[in-house]
């Protein structure tokens, strides 16, 4: 799988490196399986106002939200998008103390594994999603994604 990242909203090309670490982490997170979908994803670097679309109309809910994916199973050669809300994952990532490239790069890897069959819908499922996720994202010098936050 091939990755064209798109950058619509400009507020994303303020990230120094990201498409860069983006690209790096998918293409690491895609050597972990073992059969990753042909063809050429995109994903969408894209404001709060286009994810809220986009999730109003796919899936019945007026608001925004960090990343959504559209796996194209049917289709070969097209295995689907994923879109990452700017501000959404703005607020996220300042709120758990996290680089906002290291949390974007996360949810990019997260919406390409979905492209390709990986859920979190049942919980044997969703741990070893995070697993892979994890150890992946170890390999950049990010933390752990799943790990609880500690307070002050």
């Known amino acids: 799988m091939s990755l064209e990242i798109v950058i619509d909203d400009p507020a994303w090309e303020a990230v120094s490196g990201l498409e860069a670490l983006i690209a790096r982490v998918v293409e690491a997170g895609l050597k972990q399986l073992p059969a990753p979908r042909d063809g050429e994803a995109v994903i969408l670097l894209t404001g709060d106002d286009n994810v809220q679309a986009l999730n109003a109309r796919f899936r019945g809910k007026d608001s925004p939200t ?25 607020r996220e990532a300042q709120a758990a103390g ?31 999603m995070e697993r892979l996720e994890t150890a992946v994202l170890a390999g950049f010098g990010i933390a752990d994604p799943y790990a609880a936050v500690e307070g002050p």
């Open 66 to 90: 960090n990343v959504l994916s559209f796996p194209a199973p049917g289709r070969e050669g097209y295995p689907g998008d994923v879109a990452l809300a700017y501000g959404v994952c703005a």
């Open 98 to 128: 996290k680089r906002l490239i290291d949390h974007a790069a996360h949810l990019a890897l997260h919406g390409v594994l979905h492209l390709n069959g990986l859920d979190h819908e049942e919980e044997i499922a969703a741990r070893e």
